[in-house]
């Protein structure tokens, strides 16, 4: 076998496996529906609470936003939470 027919090889084998990886992922790959829940509160504390109580039922944290307290207004932590349907 010469250098190129076993470079042609190679090439049709290298792509068919490519091929054949790409077609697998797409056939277990799932889409996911999510459900969320943002909640606010004065203090970390109340915060903290929520976020043990949701954690039980299979709620997941994406992020927290928090305003400082400020001489005119009090402070206020917003958590957002999803989880599967």
Request: neutral net charge; aromatic residues 10%.
């Amino acid at each position: 076998m010469n250098t190129k027919t076993g470079l042609l090889i190679a090439a049709v084998v290298l792509s068919l496996l490519l091929g054949w990886t790409i077609y697998a992922q797409k056939q277990t790959a799932t889409k996911v529906a999510w459900e969320y829940h943002v909640w606010s509160f004065n203090n970390w504390a109340e915060a903290t609470g929520r976020l043990n109580e949701d954690g039980n039922q299979g709620w997941e944290l994406v992020t927290v936003t928090e305003t400082p307290t400020t001489s005119e207004h009090g402070g206020s932590v917003t958590i957002y939470l999803k989880r599967a349907k």
